[in-house]
């Protein structure tokens, strides 16, 4: 089927949007941010140059729009595999099984996510714009710890602070492990070692240790 250009009509806008959505995460996570440009985008999504700032009045709006996009994702994911446990080490568990089935479904999403900070160091604008969002990670991991020191799973001498930092810094490890690795096998190890330590880690803690 021959695409269409110029202006989407009403009906098949959203459509339009998720099609620029997914042609420039594959750019900016391929090329890079300086590398890419709207017109590009544009030619892969199958509108014109002009129509792609009916969406996104620049380059900086549609980074930001994918970026959220994949947040949703992530997130919604994370949320869905951490609901069908009710202890803190097999929702922990359960946020790399999510990790896995992402990667299955979009091998470039941790590409994408692990540029986000490099990309957001060079360029001052968007890094402003960023700054702006919503934390959704904090907010996710913050309500997981609350709840599992709520139960009495984590001591309540340990700040929340403390285990989101933690845990923030062992998934974004992660993740850009999968991006320089494509060996599933090894990932596979690496991520019972972080479920072995976490057990070893959350027992000293109970012990006061």
Partial sequence: MKRRLGRPTQGDAAETRERILREAQRAF?????????????????????????????????????????????????????????????????????????LSNEDPMLAGFVVGVITEAAHHPDLREALAKLPPRQEEFLGRMCLAAQQRGELPESMPVRTVVDAMSGVIGGFARLAVTSRDRGRLQAVAGVYKTMARSALSRAAAGV
């Fill in 29 to 101: 996570t391929t090329r890079g941010y300086d590398n890419t440009t709207n017109r590009e985008i544009a030619s892969a999504a199958g509108i014109t140059a002009a129509a792609i700032y009916h969406y996104f009045p620049s380059k900086v709006d549609l980074f930001v729009a994918v970026f959220l996009d994949v947040q949703t994702k992530v997130f919604d994911a994370f949320d869905a595999a951490v609901a069908r446990h009710d202890t803190f080490l097999t929702q922990f568990d359960s946020i790399f099984d999510a990790m896995f089935d």
